[in-house]
C-alpha cells in the first residue's frame, strides 16, 4: 500500500483515480535549456507527499534541487548547476570546482577528495606521467553518466521510483574508475535511497577515495536551527587556536547569514547503532522541518561539517568520508588510502529523509541522543585524534 493524501491506496485505488500514476508521482526525464546549464539532462522525482527532487544525469547523477510541500532543502549556490563542459577541472590552482560547486548532494572521488594534492604516478606504469595533480574534491563531480535506465516500478502494493546509470572516471595510463549509482524513492514515501558502487574496471592498481558533499540550504538552515549528531568525539576544527571562537559560531546552533564568513569545518567521530549505521541531522525547530542522512561507518568511518555561513551562499554540508579531514597525503602516509585491482569495488549505502513536522524532529533526535551525546559546549577542544580507519563499523 502507498499512503498518498492521508489515505492508504492499494495499486488498483491509484489505477482508478487517474489515468496514469504522472498525475500524482513519477519520474520524468527533461533537458535544461537556458544559461549555464543549459543542455544538462535531468530527472524530475516527485513521490506524492510533497517531496520533489531532481538529479543531473549529466553531473554525476548528483542531486540538485531537493524540496518538501514547496520548502527548500537543497543548496543552490550562486555558481549555479554549470553544463559539465563549461567546467575547467585544472583551473584556478586547482580551485575551479568552485565555479561548479551546487546542490543537495555534490559527490566527490573517485580517486581524490579535498583539498589539492600531488602523489606519484609510478602505479600508472608511463615514465612521462611522474606526477597525478590532483584538484580540491577530485573529478568525479562534473562527469555525465550514461544514464542505463529510470522509471516506476511496482513491487506488489509498493512503488518505488527510480534511476541507474555509470559515471566512468577513465585516462589513458591512468585510472578507470566506475561509479555505478542507483537513486530510489517510494511513492508515497519522505525518503531517497542513494546505493553507490565505485569499480576498478581498468588493470592498474588505483587509488579510491570518496566523500559525498550534502549541502542544506534555508529554510531548513536559519537562525536557530540545530545540528544533530550522536559526536563521540570533536577530532579537528580547521579554525582552531586562537581563532576557534573568535567567529562566534560554534557546531551546534546556526545563525542568520554572515558577512564576510570565513567557512568552518570541523571532523567529528561519531557513534554507530549496533547495525553500523550513523544519523546526523539539521533541523529548525521554528518551521517543523529536517533533513536527515544516515550512512554506515564501515563505509564512511569519519564525518565532517561544512559551516558556509556567508550572506548570499548560505549553507551548512553534512560530509561523511572514507578518510580523514587531513586529505590524501595523510591517507598514502599513514597506509589508509584505498587500493583497489582490477574488479575490486567499493559499496556506500546511504538514506536521506525528510523530517516534517515537531514529532518526526522529536524522534530522529531521541535515536540520535541515544547513540552518543554531543557535546554541549558550542566550542569543545578538538581532541587531535584520528584515529585508525581500519575495522571501524558497528558496535562489537
Known amino acids: 500500500m502507498v499512503t498518498l493524501f492521508d489515505r492508504e491506496m492499494s495499486r488498483r485505488d491509484v489505477a482508478r483515480h487517474a489515468g496514469l500514476l504522472s498525475q500524482f508521482a513519477g519520474v520524468r526525464l527533461m533537458t535544461l535549456g537556458d544559461g549555464v546549464e543549459r543542455g544538462i539532462r535531468m530527472l524530475e522525482f516527485r513521490t506524492g507527499t510533497g517531496l520533489r527532487f531532481t538529479v543531473l544525469v ?174 563521540e568525539d570533536v577530532v579537528w576544527a580547521a579554525h582552531a587556536g586562537e581563532a576557534y571562537r573568535s567567529s562566534g559560531v560554534g557546531y551546534r546552533t546556526l545563525p542568520a547569514p554572515q558577512d564576510n564568513f570565513h567557512e568552518q569545518v570541523w571532523q567529528h567521530e561519531m557513534q554507530a547503532d549496533e547495525a553500523g549505521r550513523v544519523p546526523v541531522a539539521l533541523v529548525n525547530d521554528r518551521i517543523g522541518l529536517g533533513f536527515e542522512v544516515e550512512t554506515r561507518k564501515d563505509q564512511f568511518p569519519c564525518q565532517f561539517e561544512w559551516q558556509n555561513l556567508q550572506a548570499g551562499q548560505y549553507a551548512l554540508g553534512i560530509e561523511p568520508s572514507t578518510n580523514h579531514v587531513l586529505g590524501h ?51 569543545p577542544p578538538p581532541s587531535g585524534s584520528h584515529r585508525p580507519i581500519a575495522g571501524r563499523g558497528a558496535r562489537p
Not at 199 to 205: A, D, Q, T
Not at 354 to 363: C, K, N, T, Y
Request: aromatic content about 10%.
Open 329 to 379: 597525503a595523510y591517507a598514502r602516509d599513514n597506509g589508509e588510502l584505498i587500493w583497489l585491482e582490477h574488479g575490486e569495488e567499493r559499496r556506500y549505502d546511504t538514506a536521506f529523509r525528510v523530517l516534517d513536522g515537531a514529532e518526526a524532529i522529536a524522534q530522529t533526535e531521541e535515536h540520535i541522543r541515544s547513540l552518543a551525546l554531543q557535546p554541549e559546549d558550542a566550542f
Open 58 to 231: 549529466d553531473r554525476a547523477l548528483d542531486i540538485a534541487d531537493c524540496e518538501h510541500r514547496g520548502r527548500s532543502i537543497g543548496w543552490n549556490s550562486p555558481a549555479g548547476f554549470r553544463h559539465p563542459g563549461l567546467h575547467d577541472y585544472e583551473g584556478e590552482g586547482g580551485l575551479a570546482w568552485l565555479r561548479s560547486f551546487s546542490g543537495l548532494l555534490v559527490t566527490c572521488g573517485l580517486d581524490h577528495i579535498l583539498f589539492m594534492d600531488e602523489e606519484p604516478a609510478g602505479h600508472y606504469v608511463y615514465g612521462p606521467r611522474k606526477t597525478v595533480s590532483h584538484s580540491i574534491h577530485g573529478r568525479v563531480g562534473t562527469i555525465p553518466a550514461r544514464l542505463t535506465g529510470y522509471g516506476e516500478r511496482w513491487e506488489g502494493e509498493r512503488c518505488i521510483l527510480w534511476c541507474e546509470g555509470v559515471v566512468q572516471q577513465a585516462a589513458v595510463f591512468g585510472e578507470d574508475l566506475h561509479l555505478v549509482r542507483r537513486i530510489e524513492a517510494d511513492v508515497g514515501g519522505n525518503e531517497i535511497r542513494l546505493s553507490d558502487r565505485v569499480v576498478n574496471h581498468g588493470f592498474y592498481r588505483t587509488p579510491h577515495m570518496f566523500c559525498y558533499h550534502i549541502n542544506v540550504g534555508h529554510p531548513v538552515l536559519e537562525e536557530g536551527s540545530r545540528y544533530l549528531a550522536p559526536i
